[in-house]
């Protein structure tokens, strides 16, 4: 009997997940709550939000679903992870406890310190004040990240006092973000990379690296994004998948920083039962954390997934149920994928505008904002609106590949970066 399985959330990493579904000989039936126009050509999209947990528990019992894959962090945070289970249902993801890894700052660098996990030094504060005083009394650039979720924009890194000041009333005097907490940490420099783990307790299974690029326009520069696009390198790199990462630096990453989290979140009594991201930088004295997210990355997760050979429900299923995962093998190949954003974004930006993609289109597309009208027309809906995506045997090729295909895609209200991967090109 081929398997049901439910995917929660509705952006490119949904998409990317259920893909991937789609390639296991196990799996029958896909359902994506709320999916999108792109998600529901490979699944049956369900009109239910990601943070709807009593909705989504009914469906999932209702429509006999074996298994469930969680996205965002809010469904995790909102505690949908142990509903299920208290339910009897199998659902890979972390608990409601177990994803404070992400949902708070402060508790991952404590947590860090206790288990002697490279990082930036810090402090945390929640009186105005105190945390204006201890800046005044520090180098710039400094970085204040707000402690809880702010979907990805909860970080700044403050050039200057005045940028500093802003930030801290923004997050502790106005409550942009909600209860008033924030993490300052050092300023460090390097390279950025993303390192995203399958974790089951203390087994931890590490998936091939990645690059994103946060910032909205070429040359790293305007705001910060979700990220504009993402890249990972074939074998002939290393066994990073990144050309800058080592073997021996991709090990250290492993074994003395995603392991360690691992072992110590299980000695809490929290064990992770899904995907533990490691933001991390190679710094001039080392690989270092800068943030952990407790889900897939978006948008690592559309470069990351196409490479797995792995039968990607068996991973899911081992995870949820706290079995041992299968080891992971990797097609060997680079794999780009460039973000098609709304113009405006990250600000205020339309929607409602029409898309068209050439009919004789030949790479992957991971929708990211899109929905179809009344009439099956395909238009944005968001501020990531799309993600277009190569596979080739280098990562030259893969960036040829994916541009020329970029070009193929017409929207009058879309921008993008043309630089992705320029770091290893």
């Known amino acids: ?8 959330g509705g952006g490119g990493r949904e998409h990317a997940i259920v893909d991937a579904l789609s390639r296991s000989a196990q799996v029958g039936r896909i359902y994506c709550a709320p999916g999108n126009a792109g998600i529901g050509e490979q699944a049956v999209c369900v009109p239910l939000k990601d943070t709807d947990v009593e909705g989504l528990l009914q469906f999932a019992q209702a429509n006999g679903v074996d298994l469930t894959v969680v996205g965002p962090e809010a469904a995790l945070a909102a505690g949908i992870v142990d509903r299920f289970r208290a339910a009897g249902l199998k659902i890979f993801g972390h608990t409601q406890a177990a994803t404070a890894i992400e949902s708070s700052k402060d508790f991952a660098k ?13 402090q945390t ?12 009394a520090g180098p710039v650039p400094t ?35 909600g209860e008033g907490k ?14 995203m783990a399958f974790v089951s307790g203390r087994q931890v299974r590490p998936m091939v690296a990645a690059q994103d690029h946060k910032r909205a326009f070429d040359g ?36 003395k920083i995603l392991q360690p989290v691992a ?28 943030e952990f997210n407790a889900r897939f990355g978006d948008p690592e997760t559309e470069v990351v997934l196409p490479r797995l050979e792995s ?29 098609m954003a709304s113009k405006g974004y990250p600000g205020s930006y339309a929607k409602g505008v029409p898309i068209t993609v050439v009919p004789e289109f030949a790479e992957r597309i991971c929708h990211m904002g899109t929905k179809r009208t009344d009439d099956g027309s395909l238009v944005t809906a968001g501020g990531r609106v799309l993600m277009v995506i190569a596979a080739a045997p280098t990562t030259a090729a893969a960036s040829r590949r994916v541009y020329a295909a970029v070009a193929q895609v017409r929207c009058d209200n879309l921008f993008y970066r043309k630089d992705i991967a320029k770091y290893v090109l």
């Open 1 to 8: 009997m081929k398997k049901k399985v439910l995917v929660v």
């Open 263 to 290: 072992d110590a979140m299980a000695d809490a009594g929290t064990p992770l039962s899904g995907v533990l991201y490691g933001g991390l930088m190679k710094t001039p004295t080392g690989i270092k954390v800068i």
């Open 110 to 122: 404590r947590l860090m310190v206790a288990a002697g996990v490279p990082t930036a030094s810090y």
């Open 220 to 255: 790293d520069a305007g705001p910060n994004t979700g990220g504009m696009g993402a890249y990972t390198e074939s074998f002939a790199t290393g066994r990073s998948g990144l050309s800058f990462i080592t073997d021996e630096e991709y090990d250290f990453a492993v074994s």
């Open 311 to 339: 039968d990607i429900y068996d991973v899911f299923e081992a995870a949820a149920t706290g079995g041992t995962v299968p080891m992971l093998r990797w097609r060997d190949e680079a794999v780009l994928g460039v973000v």
């Open 182 to 195: 924030v993490v300052i940490e050092e300023f460090l420099t390097g390279p950025e990379f993303s390192l």
């Open 125 to 136: 504060f929640t009186d105005f004040d105190q945390a204006w005083a201890y800046v005044q």
């Open 143 to 177: 970085v204040i990240k707000y402690d809880g979720l702010a979907a990805g924009k909860g970080v700044v890194v403050a050039q200057t006092l005045e940028e500093a000041e802003a930030a801290l009333r923004d997050m502790l005097l106005d409550g942009r973000y």
